[in-house]
């Protein structure tokens, strides 16, 4: 059994200690949010954050995320998160909406570290998350008007 904390609710799953954290959210705690993509962490479409830090569930090893504090895209919601979803709305950026959850969570991470990001500061800090639709503009739009609508 493999302690996880995740969304703020703590789980113990029977699955191997080199099972990919992606497939123990999917396939044991149905958080089904979190897309398989690639199966690389070349994508970013499994991406979820393990104490703060974006990492690629795919290629995470339950042994890693054990005694972490995990959070997928259905326990994102702070107000980074929420100005997000709002700016991803009204920039329309979804097209298929695959990578959405990947890309969101990515973005996440960026304006906690960033709240003022350049075009650089999101070229280098969504690297890797992909969208096979090319909403590649629409996604910086949105990223700095969730930067904008935050209190300075």
């Known amino acids: 059994m493999i302690s ?14 080199d099972m990919p954290l992606l497939w123990a959210l999917r396939e044991n ?4 949010g ?5 199966g690389m962490a070349q994508c970013g479409a499994c991406t979820v954050h393990m104490d703060g830090n974006a990492v690629r569930s795919c290629v995470t090893p339950l042994s890693r ?3 972490k504090n995990i959070i997928t895209i259905e326990g994102l919601n702070d107000d980074i998160a929420q100005r997000l979803r ?23 991470v960026l ?3 960033k709240p003022h990001p350049t075009d650089e500061d999101i070229d280098y800090g969504m690297a890797g998350n992909i969208c096979r639709c ?14 904008k609508a935050s209190t300075p």
Request: proline share 3%; hydrophobic share 35%.
């Open 86 to 108: 709002d700016a991803w709305t009204a920039e329309e950026v979804p097209q298929c909406g695959y990578c959405q959850s990947g890309q969101i969570m990515a973005a996440a």
């Open 29 to 32: 705690l149905e958080l089904t």
């Open 65 to 67: 995320a054990a005694g």
């Open 134 to 147: 090319g909403t590649y503009q629409r996604i910086r739009k949105a990223i700095h008007r969730a930067a």
């Open 34 to 38: 979190t897309k398989f993509g690639c």
């Open 111 to 113: 304006l906690r570290e």
């Open 4 to 17: 996880l904390k995740v969304n703020g609710k703590n789980y113990e799953v029977d699955a191997s200690p």
